[in-house]
């Protein structure tokens, strides 16, 4: 099946520097590469999105590229604030809906005001 | 509308003991799903259903069983808890026919198991 690796587990920024968090996936098939936040005590919320005919996509401070050939892709928080403060899961998926959905081991990023 | 909810929030159980776990959701989605949540790993896919009457193993199956007999519902059950399931179990649902992959989670249940 699916292996999905994240990496760092922890990363912590000072408030206005940029953090970039990095996924690899083992299995070509998939083609859907959500990003998800969970602060804490609260559930995942999907943050960013993006399908493997796209190389790059970009919502405001966030940013998520894909490298089908190296199976990695990444996601780009810039001019990071407090409330960037969370966990985040990468995660990758194939089929009809991409209903299989293997996710990451999680990245705890800390924003140090 | 509600969206995804989970009862019960929080649950203590003995060794041995059983329990359903019920999810429920408003958005007339087709895919269902249960995860575990434990430090350090993730989420981890326990078993999911891709619509009414239907379900399918995923990661991590074993101890549990599911039915999704109505659309909206999906129940998760342990038939002799081991504190080894001790864990947060989130549900999600997601996609309709022409609508989006994101996945949509419930609140999380806290389960402990002495």
């Known amino acids: 099946g699916e292996n999905v690796e994240q990496h760092p587990s922890t990363l912590s920024v000072q408030e206005g520097d940029s953090a970039v968090i990095k996924c690899t996936y083992s299995d070509s098939a998939s083609n859907y590469f959500p990003w998800y936040k969970q602060e804490l005590g609260k559930r995942p919320q999907l943050i960013i999105d993006i399908r493997s005919n796209v190389g790059e996509k970009k919502d405001q401070r966030i940013a998520v590229t894909l490298n089908k050939t190296a199976k990695h892709f990444s996601l780009h928080i810039t001019e990071t604030q407090p409330e960037d403060s969370a966990v985040y899961f990468c995660?990758?998926?194939?089929?009809?809906?991409?209903?299989?959905?293997?996710f990451g081991t999680g990245t705890k990023l800390q924003v140090i005001p | 509308n509600a969206g995804v909810t989970q009862t019960p929030k929080f649950r203590v159980l003995k060794t041995g003991q059983s329990m359903t776990l019920l999810c429920a959701q408003d958005?007339?989605?087709?895919?269902m799903y249960w995860y575990r949540q434990d430090p350090g790993m993730g989420l981890r896919l326990i078993h999911y259903s891709v619509g009414e009457g239907t379900t399918a193993k995923g990661e991590v199956p074993d101890g549990y069983n599911v039915s999704r007999l109505k659309k909206q519902n999906f129940l998760l059950g342990l038939e002799s808890a081991a504190p080894s399931q001790t864990s947060v179990y989130f549900c999600?649902?997601?996609?309709?026919?022409?609508?989006?992959?994101?996945?949509?989670f419930g609140p999380g249940t806290r389960l402990t198991v002495l």
């Open positions: 958005m007339n989605h087709e895919y």
């Open positions: 995660a990758a998926s194939m089929g009809r809906g991409y209903q299989k959905v293997t």
């Open positions: 999600a649902s997601s996609w309709t026919s022409g609508g989006s992959n994101e996945q949509f």
